[in-house]
């Protein structure tokens, strides 16, 4: 920590932190190496203004921009995690929830708000990948499964933008039973005939790719995110052949079938409300209210 | 057929090695060498209780994986009568990886479900170490929903080391396959009880074991990653894996201390291989009974109880103010 850190109120310190690009007033894209101006980028929704190149967003910014703006709810914001297993590798689970919580201001890895799009109520979730990867434990089971009760009782749709290595090792079974209660909630939600709509963003894979993400009413991905069941180094490892070009990327999935459409990030606001609007056959967003 | 030691085993393996020497030596003198043989069996029995009344999560996982462990085809010979096997996804393939078809047990009619390891090489390879395609899951689901067309129960055997991780796989949708059976096995509207009967490796066991009962065999594992894997991913290195597998808490009774099993059915001593016939017998009891118990519940309550089940999953800390 420099000096300067240490003098800073932590009021500050949290607000930094909650960032997921690395501070500086330019920041180089990593496909086509422009350099760009941070303000800028940010007003792009992380999406390099030359090429395209979808850069990770924090979850809570994503729904803030997501949503229109105003008041938001926050669901499940009391659900914090535990250690059940008292799980320890080369450093304790509990040491590594702590780091993650103190680097991303949040206290697990999936953020439900509850708010309009567009005007029509929805509740929309996103998962924090620089929290433990955005990997699924308890609290995102039951964050989850809270987003899809807020949905049925006040008879809204669901949104989730995942960004996930998929469950979280260091809850061992218990995580890996997340898979099945996020699907047992979105049968809930589905015998309700709620929509669901799972935007899946760079990378979503693991256990969250084969629960709740795969499971949308409409699957939505981003441009050239790793979508996937297993990781591709684990599949080379398994075949032990070179895998073929744009393997486990968004287009890649359209192509086999496995997503309705590729959405750049800038259009989802308009194309989800649009979309939800006529799943649920309300007459079209005169006005975008963002 | 010889039992095969692990490497924990070993003290075990040669006293039967010396056993069996002395069943080969010419009948000189009979007396004596039978009551040797006798006084090293008795041995052999002590040594085996005493190193597994100790074993490790590592242990317990190479049990799991034994060679000759009862595979779902073995119990389907002798616990089930009646067994019809039906196969493929009706839109790609048949997956030998699972197993399923129509059975009875005690008369009753089921539908049973498992997947599959081979004994042999070859066997292996067509079972694909079974490990399940998205087409194996998809022959689950038709099973599924044909078991509950008819009202029929609903019997699974997990015993995987995962879902198969491969090119074809992802491109017919591993993800989707896994995620739909979970869905559709939530509402399911007939009783479904699961036994892990040897390993159960991740999203790829789960596939078919959403439950009203789960039953785990007291040497089987489950886990959301194998201890391998979870070692290279968090220690660096898959050597840790005896570490690993004692973080994790995969073993049957770890598992129902933490609430997550109903029941777990002890094994023949020195494990379930040495002693098939024992082992079917112990879970074709518990399985009859966990079916006669949910036979009785009406439909929409055994929803409503495997609803509540699996929405409790999970261990956290609640701050949230009642409004």
């Not at chain 1, 003098?7 to 760009?36: F, H, N, Q, Y």
């Amino acid at each position: 920590m420099s000096w300067f850190e240490k003098i800073m109120p932590s009021r500050i310190k949290t607000e930094r932190r909650t960032r997921s690009v690395p501070e500086g007033l330019w920041i180089k894209c990593g496909a086509c190496d422009a350099v760009l101006y941070r303000a800028e980028l940010e007003r792009n929704l992380y999406v390099c203004p030359k090429c395209s190149h979808h850069m990770r967003i924090g979850a809570r910014e994503r729904l803030v921009r997501f949503l229109d703006p105003g008041e938001h709810v926050e669901i499940g914001a009391g659900v914090m995690p535990e250690d059940p297993l008292r799980f320890r590798d080369s450093k304790r689970y509990r040491d590594r929830l702590a780091a993650a919580q103190k680097s991303t201001g949040e206290k697990d890895a999936l953020i439900v708000l509850a708010g309009p799009l567009q005007g029509l109520d929805i509740v929309a979730c996103a998962f924090e990948f620089q929290f433990l990867g955005g990997s699924m434990g308890s609290v995102v089971g039951e964050r989850f499964s809270r987003a899809v009760d807020h949905c049925v009782a006040h008879q809204t749709p669901l949104v989730c933008f995942s960004a996930t290595g998929g469950a979280r090792m260091q809850e061992a079974l218990i995580s890996l039973l997340q898979m099945a209660k996020t699907a047992a909630a979105l049968a809930r939600l589905a015998q309700q005939r709620l929509p669901f709509v799972s935007v899946l963003t760079d990378p979503t894979t693991g256990g969250v790719s084969a629960s709740l993400a795969m499971l949308g009413d409409l699957n939505i991905a981003e441009p050239r995110a790793l979508i996937g069941f297993a990781g591709p180094r684990v599949i080379q490892q398994t075949v032990r052949e070179t895998l073929p070009e744009g393997f486990q990327r968004s287009e890649f999935l359209l192509e086999h079938g496995a997503l309705d459409l590729i959405v750049d990030r800038r259009d989802l606001r308009e194309r989800i409300g649009a979309l939800l609007r006529l799943l649920l056959g309300a007459p079209g967003a005169a006005v975008d209210a963002g | 057929m010889a039992v095969s030691f692990l490497d924990f085993e070993q003290p075990i393996a040669e006293l039967e090695a010396k056993i069996e020497e002395l069943r080969h030596v010419s009948s000189d003198v009979p007396v004596s060498i039978q009551d040797e043989i006798s006084r090293l069996q008795a041995k052999s029995r002590q040594l085996t209780t005493s190193i597994f009344a100790n074993l490790t999560p590592w242990q317990i996982t190479q049990l799991a994986r034994h060679p000759q462990r009862p595979y779902t085809l073995d119990y389907l010979g002798s616990i089930f009568t009646d067994f019809h096997e039906l196969h493929g996804d009706r839109m790609y393939a048949d997956d030998l990886a699972i197993v399923g078809g129509l059975a009875r047990i005690d008369g009753r009619p089921v539908m049973v479900i498992g997947q599959q390891k081979g004994r042999d090489t070859k066997e292996r390879v067509r079972r694909n170490y079974g490990m399940p395609k998205p087409e194996g899951y998809r022959k689950a689901l038709r099973l599924m929903r044909l078991a509950e067309r008819f009202r029929l129960p609903l019997v699974t055997f997990i015993d995987t080391p995962g879902a198969y991780p491969g090119v074809g796989s992802e491109e017919r949708g591993q993800s989707e396959a896994i995620a739909r059976n979970l869905f559709e096995m939530a509402v399911l509207s007939v009783p479904i009880v699961t036994a892990v009967i040897g390993e159960g490796g991740s999203g790829g066991a789960l596939a078919i074991g959403v439950c009203d009962r789960l039953v785990m065999l007291q040497y089987s594992t489950y886990s959301v990653i194998s201890p391998e894997g979870c070692a290279s991913i968090l220690w660096k290195s898959a050597d840790k894996k005896e570490l690993a597998a004692d973080a994790m808490g995969l073993t049957a009774a770890r598992l129902q201390k933490l609430g997550l099993v109903d029941e777990v059915l002890p094994e023949p001593l020195g494990g379930a291989h040495r002693d098939h016939g024992a082992i079917s017998r112990t879970l074709q009891t518990a399985l009859a009974r966990h079916l006669s118990e949910l036979a009785v519940r009406p439909v929409d309550q055994l929803r409503a109880e495997r609803n509540a089940r699996i929405a409790s999953f999970g261990v956290f800390t609640d701050l949230t103010e009642e409004p």
